[in-house]
């Protein structure tokens, strides 16, 4: 039986390398480098308007899906994602996040990710704050707290978002959900440490990643740092 600190199962601490911080000329090779360590691959998708910077579209993701068995964790950082949610999960996601920020109608929208065949996730902004996204909880098997502000790699996490991390593994608690709690934003093998002690388990992870010599053995590295903060405190 595995323990549980926090109310986070320790054999459930998860890292999402962020392909935004692979080298795109060899992504194939980049997500092989990752594939012996890493549970899932963590996909941003940003429209130059919701988000600054463009990144990527579903024919990407498809390239992706065909070089590699792993989840995709598909981020959308875009403006009416209700108008291509259906492209990115038959292009290959398997989980997509959409951002209470980014629609009007959030519920509806959950409903179609799933109705699509993808687990269903919400991300926030570290602005905003957790009543945006606590009506949906039962909807989701995951939220996304960003912990630096979205649309840019290499970052330094904002380290007040973590107080939503701890408030929102509390009410999951109170209520009885099986959640994933996932951090996007400065990570690094210090404040993984931190994000897990506040209740996260799945930590998202770019330039720490592939900026490594091994990035397998970065990933490792995360996982590792995290449980040794959560041991400890027990």
Same mark, same amino acid.
């Given at each position: 039986m595995s323990r549980e600190e926090n109310g986070v199962d320790m054999a459930e601490l998860k890292v999402a390398p962020s392909i935004l911080s692979a080298d795109f000329?060899?992504?194939?090779? &980049?997500?092989?480098?990752?594939?012996?360590?890493?549970?899932?691959? %963590?996909?941003?998708?940003?429209?130059?308007?919701?988000?600054p910077?463009?990144?990527?579209?579903?024919?990407?993701?498809?390239?992706?899906?065909?070089?590699?068995?792993?989840?995709l964790d598909v981020h959308l950082m875009i403006v009416e994602p209700e108008r291509h949610v259906q492209a990115f999960a038959e292009a290959g996601a398997d989980i997509i996040s959409v951002h209470a920020e980014a629609t009007f109608h959030l519920n509806r929208l959950l409903d179609d990710i799933r109705s699509?065949?993808?687990?269903?996730?919400?991300?926030?902004?570290?602005?905003?704050?957790?009543?945006?996204? &606590? %009506?949906?909880?039962?909807?989701?098997?995951?939220?996304l707290i960003m912990t630096v502000n979205p649309g840019f790699g290499g970052q330094r996490m904002i380290e007040e978002a973590l107080v939503k991390v701890r408030e929102l593994r509390d009410i999951a608690a109170r209520r009885g959900l099986s959640l994933d709690i996932q951090v996007d934003g400065g990570i690094d093998d210090t404040t993984v440490t931190q994000a897990a002690l506040a209740g996260a388990n799945v930590f998202v992870a770019g330039s720490y990643v592939f900026g490594a010599a091994n990035?397998?053995?970065?990933?490792?590295?995360?996982?590792?740092?995290?449980?040794k903060a959560l041991a400890q405190k027990s």
């Open positions: 000329a060899s992504l194939s090779a &980049e997500i092989g480098r990752v594939s012996a360590s890493a549970v899932m691959l %963590h996909v941003d998708v940003m429209d130059g308007r919701f988000v910077n463009i990144t990527i579209g579903p024919p990407v993701v498809k390239c992706i899906r065909q070089v590699t068995p792993l989840p699509s065949g993808c687990r269903a996730a919400v991300a926030i902004n570290p602005a905003t704050g957790l009543g945006a996204v &606590e %009506h949906v909880l039962h909807m989701v098997d995951m939220v990035p397998a053995d970065a990933v490792n590295r995360l996982k590792l740092e995290a449980r």
